[in-house]
């Protein structure tokens, strides 16, 4: 899995710091809207295109699943990948975004590696080889419970609209047992956060499998869980996430089932 890993580590690198270039010259951006509230820019485009040209470069037999451009078809090996994720802040300039890669083979998730091109700061797991921080191993963390942990969020504005009803119980409810609630608007770098104990746990609807993938082995990797919040349905299919500590992900699990 190392070569894999390499690879992943390096097309990721590439996309980020393409980004990390435009990201004090979002005027010269060309900004088209995909969706309500969703956007994608040249960057998100080129980005994909040199983190794709690059897995291809040493893999191109391989399938790619990727957020801009969608199915490329290949082999039982497949990279699953968002070059931008955490568009809106980037048009902004809100210096807030990520890349993520992950590679899923046989339908099992076995590489992960998110890259923060404003911090430059590289998450990186592997299916049994733990989860890692610029090298080092990271752990979710040992909080015992909801009060005084901190919990992350994404809130529902694009087409997962429908689910703004039950969000804003939840919100109020996790914000009167916690110590606060964040929300920082790149998902896969939340899901991070997660893993590295920075965010104790972590919920959110609508999400897309590039979105998450990376980042849910990340955080299974460093001893966390990461689940559907809704029930019955795998995580992949419905792409509402909740996730953190084995004791936070149980606690905000049972308080926010009473909003489902």
């Known amino acids: 899995m190392q ?11 590439k996309g980020g710091d393409l980004a990390l270039r435009y990201l004090n010259r979002v005027g010269d951006l060309e900004v088209r809207s995909k969706a309500r509230n969703e956007f994608v820019t040249q960057v998100d485009q080129a980005a994909e295109a ?13 399938a790619i699943l990727a957020e801009e451009s969608g199915k490329h078809a ?29 590679l899923e083979v046989h339908g099992q998730l076995e590489v992960g590696v998110v890259y923060d091109p404003c911090r430059q700061e590289l ?17 979710v963390s040992s ?41 920082p608007g790149s998902a ?3 899901l991070c956060y997660v893993a590295a104990g920075r965010l104790d ?8 499998i590039w979105d998450i993938a990376a980042g849910t082995l990340m955080i299974r990797e460093a001893g966390g869980i990461a689940t559907s919040l809704t029930p019955g349905q795998e995580l992949a299919e419905s792409g509402n996430i909740i996730a953190g500590s084995p004791k936070v992900h149980a606690a905000l699990q049972q308080l926010l089932a009473d909003h489902l």
């Not at 070569?3 to 690198?13: G, P, S």
């Not at 040199?50 to 391989?62: K, L, V």
């Not at 529902?156 to 009167?176: G, H, I």
Request: proline share 6%; net charge positive.
């Open 3 to 13: 070569a894999l890993l390499n690879t992943a580590v390096k097309a990721a690198r």
């Open 50 to 62: 040199a983190i794709i040209g690059s897995i291809r470069e040493r893999y191109p037999q391989h």
């Open 74 to 102: 290949g082999n039982e090996f497949t990279w699953i990948i968002d070059p931008l994720d955490g568009t809106t802040n980037f048009i902004h300039g809100f210096p807030v975004f990520s890349v993520s890669i992950a």
């Open 123 to 139: 998450f990186t797991t592997t299916r049994g080889g733990g989860a890692q921080l610029d090298g080092r191993r990271i752990r």
């Open 143 to 183: 909080w015992p419970g909801l009060e005084g942990s901190l919990i992350g969020t994404g809130f529902p504005y694009r087409s997962n609209t429908q689910w703004l009803p039950k969000y804003m119980p939840m919100l109020q409810a996790v914000m009167e047992n916690t110590a606060g609630v964040r929300r």
């Open 188 to 190: 896969a770098l939340d």
């Open 201 to 208: 746990g972590f919920w959110e609807f609508g999400l897309s």
